[in-house]
């Protein structure tokens, strides 16, 4: 079992680290950009993931640990648990890994900095070079105890929630919708009967409403869920298009703004099944062509992986099934 040590941690010389971490025996493989734009103003977003379970490895984990900076180190030891330190490693081991693939080999997972918005929304920090231009990156990072994501796109912010399918709910679903949902959101949930779809449908809406104010970065103060209501409607091939061969009838997924504060409406959603145990809602904005009131389809790529080890491609397999939402 995996232990956290803060002797361990003060043992570390990440100064006296080589910047070459390609050369080691299992590098990171980089990979392309998310596509900016396409004829039909389709944007790509990459959704990168991670299952703690599969990560057992001490020595890999200590690998891990030597990403981190001092701050992160700190954090992660200042969680009860071994099992929450765990996450939290993986948390920040994955965000830095995962952008440092888009970099082409130039920034080592271990020297990017990151600095947060005036809502606390994370960004990164990038070291400019005369040499080299960084690229215009957004991203956003979501867990559960089982999964944990990192979503990234090109010039258009993003925000991301992955849930627990089978995720228990303390209160009453209706009294806690009615505390948090929009009148119409509250209505589609009254209409079902069966308890159980109806926890399903609660847990979709709570994680693409958790994806929107993500998206915003304005914090959930600034964006409160009773502020807006997500509506889907029926809508073959729209909304979100998955990169690979793969034919779906899916959802039109978008947000209306209700009441005295003005949310920007120009995003677009994705909902998919993830590993077959997630519900992962996906928000990134428009491009301005297609304007607030247009619809333009979401090119998704989906990667399961274990930074230095391996990375599956998973579009277009049964651990992505992209679904229809609420059926509005």
Not at 183 to 205: A, C, G, N, P, Y
Request: net charge positive; hydrophobic share 35%.
């Amino acid at each position: 079992m995996f232990l956290f040590r803060r002797r361990a941690f003060l043992r570390m010389n990440i100064h006296g680290l080589h910047n070459n971490f390609c050369s080691a025996h299992s590098p990171l493989l980089p990979v392309q950009l998310p596509s900016r734009i396409n004829d039909g103003f389709c944007r790509e977003s990459h959704l990168w993931y991670v299952l703690p379970e599969e990560v057992k490895s001490e020595s890999l984990l200590n690998r891990y640990s030597e990403l981190l900076s001092p701050s992160e180190k700190d954090n992660v030891l200042g969680m009860r648990g071994e099992e929450l330190k765990k996450r939290a490693l993986l948390a920040r081991a994955l965000v830095r890994t995962t952008i440092s693939r888009y970099t082409n080999h130039r920034v080592d997972p271990r020297s990017l900095k990151f600095k947060k918005n005036n809502h606390g929304k994370p960004e990164v920090e990038w070291q400019i070079a005369d040499d080299w231009q960084p690229p215009p990156l957004h991203f956003n990072i979501s867990h559960t105890s089982s999964l944990i994501a990192c979503g990234v796109t090109v010039d258009s912010p993003i925000g991301i929630d992955v849930e627990d399918k089978q995720r228990k709910l303390k209160n009453h679903i209706l009294a806690f919708a009615r505390r948090y949902f929009s009148s119409h959101e509250v209505e589609h949930l009254t209409s079902i009967s069966d308890i159980e779809i109806q926890r399903q449908q609660f847990i979709k809406l709570w994680t693409l409403k958790e994806a929107y104010v993500k998206a915003l970065g304005k914090g959930f103060s600034s964006a409160p869920f009773k502020t807006f209501t997500i509506r889907v409607r029926d809508a073959a091939k729209r909304g979100l298009h998955l990169s690979g061969d793969i034919d779906s009838e899916i959802s039109e997924i978008s947000v209306e703004s209700l009441g005295p504060v003005n949310l920007t409406t120009n995003w677009q959603f994705a909902l998919l099944e993830l590993a077959g145990s997630h519900y992962a809602a996906i928000c990134m904005e428009k491009h301005k062509a297609v304007g607030e009131k247009g619809n333009a389809p979401m090119k998704l790529t989906v990667r399961r992986t274990i930074p230095f080890v391996e990375d599956e491609c998973v579009t277009g397999t049964d651990a992505v099934l992209p679904i229809g939402g609420l059926n509005c």
